[in-house]
């Protein structure tokens, strides 16, 4: 009997050779700039066409016909109604989409009782300058209830919908998962059946396949946690200065119409230089972040050989 066992060993071995091989001459993983972002141009054309380009030609038309107040709160309908459409088409919660309609509903019900203009032009400046606050505090450290409640640089929350990124997209293997599951199950204290039954990974959705992912990076790579503050600081610093640049030409009373005009071109340009840096950053982020997990990739096959040559001599000697 046991020399039929030890025969049986060294074709087990080599099969799991043979696998950890493949595992780790798996070609890279290459980073593309116009394959990743190449689906999300439409979503930029339709929030260029709507957000900025409506608003301004529809003001432009009305302002010569209806009193200034009026011709504002029509050309914020546009992207009012974006707001709306996508709250009922993605079926969530929108924070931001909910501050945007709550404060254009309230400044439009006060300008236009007031019959002031001014009041429509500084929810715009009101809304960035929140915004920005709210990138800022992200950049905080929080640490309250970690297996529960993360806070993350929000520029985390960006990459799982810009760059979603799949285990098979960068050749994790489902193990490391399992093992991470069966780790929480013993921190968590479930029940000792739990605790001592292997469980499979459940079937994950897409989204929250993602997010494991970028969970697990986030842990294991330095370079993207990097690139995620260095990307919220871009958008916080950014904001917050489009929103001086808005809310000075409030103060140095200029014309409702150079307001208006002006501060869609700041808009316009700080979103286009944000988008090129927020780019950049990914990019670079990519490259270093692919070859870590290739580091990470060697290491661990070469460990989990290891292991099994070591109980493979074990169960032999036995």
Not at 9 to 33: T, Y
């Amino acid at each position: 009997m046991a020399v039929d066992s030890d025969t049986d060993c060294p074709p087990l071995l080599l099969e799991d050779e043979d696998q950890d091989d493949q595992a780790i001459s798996i070609e890279n993983p290459r980073f593309s700039i116009w394959n990743t972002f190449k689906h999300h141009i439409p979503r930029l054309v339709i929030t260029v066409l709507v957000d900025l380009i409506c608003p301004l030609v529809l003001y432009l038309i009305l302002q010569k016909r209806i009193k200034s107040v009026y011709a504002l709160a029509a050309a914020g309908v546009p992207p009012f109604i974006m707001v709306i459409i996508k709250g009922i088409v993605s079926r969530t919660f929108d924070a931001l989409g909910f501050l945007v309609f709550f404060c254009f509903v309230a400044s439009a019900i006060a300008a236009i009782i007031t019959r002031n203009p001014v009041i429509l032009l500084l929810e715009k400046s009101l809304v960035t300058g929140f915004v920005s606050i709210v990138f800022g505090i992200t950049l905080i450290p929080f640490r309250c209830c970690p297996h529960r409640c993360r806070i993350r640089p929000l520029a985390y929350y960006f990459y799982q919908d810009l760059v979603p990124t799949k285990r098979k997209d960068i050749g994790l293997p489902d193990s490391i998962f399992e093992d991470e599951q069966q780790e929480q199950l013993l921190d968590n204290q479930f029940s000792e059946i739990q605790e001592e039954t292997l469980l499979p990974l459940p079937a994950l959705s897409h989204k929250q396949e993602v997010a494991q992912v970028y969970e697990w990076i986030y842990r294991h790579c330095s370079s993207f946690r990097l690139s995620c503050y260095l990307i919220t600081s871009i958008w916080s610093i950014g904001l917050l200065l489009e929103f001086l640049a808005r809310l000075f030409l409030i103060l140095i009373h200029l014309s409702v119409e150079k307001i208006f005009i002006y501060g869609h071109i700041i808009l316009s340009v700080m979103t286009t230089l944000l988008i090129i840096l927020t780019v950049l950053c990914i990019t670079r982020e990519r490259k270093q972040t692919l070859k870590s997990i290739e580091t990470w990739k060697r290491e661990y096959f070469s460990a989990q050989q290891s292991s099994f040559v070591n109980d493979s001599n074990i169960n032999m000697v036995a």
